[in-house]
């Protein structure tokens, strides 16, 4: 898909993995593409994040539950992906329609990559959206106005290099072909595993797909490797696949990725008290799947339209947490922040960005609040 310029983006075609879709597919990023026109483009986003980063929502409390129609916008515009989490819950139980009532209209918009989630939160076309972490730290840098609050997996080995017979090492890359989807989290880990090998990215030839796409050219013999998530990467593991490096591995090596909840920051303050009830209800998806609730593997299941079983399996590869342990310091209340900046500084260095904010921007964009309230209810 273009990421020629910033530009309003609908809903992409449907995900693999998705009902309507046979294989599986799913986000991040800002401009997957090359990081010379990457230059170009990210110039001309929107006004720095620097002279808004540090205005947090004026109220950040709400209750749980329904939320007053006069403390609602009527309509919330949702950009979602086919990822194995809460927000999948969230959207097939239809929790939020449920707790903001007939009044408000939920709108789910869904997308195949973070990329494009990116382009309509700058464009002003979403109000929430499921960004993967390098994304967002991608985003920051380059002034989209949003706000993180609330992270919706941490990703383990749900997020893996699947690589062909023969290939034992990273150093067996050199001169392979490699997919992933660029300006995304597995893009990054790939480019932090190269880099923990000392093996130059220059001398692998990296290839820029989206995750279906990766699939039938793995079936196709076109490439020899894939930095790639779930659903997708248990069909490469299971198409003769293996595991070489998972984002777990990354992890204990200082590179952790999430999958974080934006907000626009114009959003956040003018209906804080709606940004609370939809927290709230990740939450209540989220202790779900953290209390092993069938109900919870179904809805996941039918959203991404593969077994209960399967989705069980993949689902092991991630890591869930609730609310009150987001809005501590281990998460939500000061690491996210600190890895945002660490992530923007990776990417400068790779020159996959041309600039980085100060420290404490980064830290101003990550909201702990609003999961610190919902832990109350």
């Known amino acids: 898909m273009s990421h020629e310029s910033i530009s309003p983006a609908g809903p992409a075609s449907p995900s693999a993995g998705h009902p309507d879709h046979p294989a599986g597919s799913r986000r ?13 483009a990210v110039l001309g986003l929107v006004a720095p994040l620097a002279a808004c980063a540090s205005d947090k929502p004026a109220d950040s409390t709400g209750s749980t539950g329904s939320t007053s129609a006069a403390a609602s916008p009527s309509v919330i515009r949702i950009g ?5 989490n809460g927000d999948l819950v969230v959207k097939n139980q239809k929790l939020l329609e449920n707790a903001f009532g007939p009044n408000v209209k939920i709108e789910w918009k869904l997308f195949d990559s973070g990329g494009n989630v990116n382009q309509a939160m700058a464009a002003g076309s979403l109000d929430f959206g499921l960004v993967g ?56 880990s790939l480019l932090a595993a190269l880099d923990d090998a000392g093996v130059a990215a220059s001398d692998v030839n990296i290839m820029d797909m989206e995750p279906n796409n990766i699939l039938a050219a793995w079936k196709a013999g076109q490439i020899d490797a894939a930095y790639v998530w779930n659903p997708v990467l248990a069909q490469l593991l299971a198409d003769n696949g293996t595991l070489l490096v998972s984002s777990a591995d990354m992890a204990a090596k200082g590179k952790t990725t ?11 303050t003018k ?43 993949q689902m092991k590869g991630m890591i869930y947490v609730d609310a009150a342990d987001q809005a501590s310091a ?37 909201v702990a609040d609003f999961a610190a309230q919902a832990a109350k209810g």
């Open 271 to 313: 209906y804080p008290a709606a940004v609370q009830t939809w927290v709230d209800q990740q939450n209540i998806a989220v202790k779900q799947i953290l209390a092993g609730d069938q109900a919870a593997y179904d809805s996941i299941a039918a959203e991404a339209g593969i077994s209960v079983e399967s989705a069980k399996e």
């Open 80 to 84: 979602y992906q086919i990822i194995l």
């Open 28 to 40: 991040r990023g800002l401009l997957r593409r090359r990081p010379a026109l990457m230059a170009l």
């Open 133 to 188: 972490s390098s994304p967002v730290s991608r985003g920051l840098s380059s002034g989209i106005a949003y706000q993180v609050p609330w992270i919706h997996d941490v990703l383990g080995t749900s997020e893996s290099l699947a690589v062909k017979a023969g290939i034992t090492s990273l150093a067996d890359l050199k001169g392979k072909t490699v997919a992933t989807p660029f300006a995304s989290t597995a893009h990054y």
């Open 258 to 268: 999430y999958d974080l909840a934006t907000v626009t920051k114009d959003f956040a």
């Open 330 to 366: 281990a998460y939500l209340g000061k690491n996210v922040g600190d890895n945002l900046y660490a992530a923007a500084q990776f990417n400068l260095g790779l020159n996959e960005i041309t600039s980085v904010l100060d420290a404490q921007a980064y830290q101003d964009a990550v």
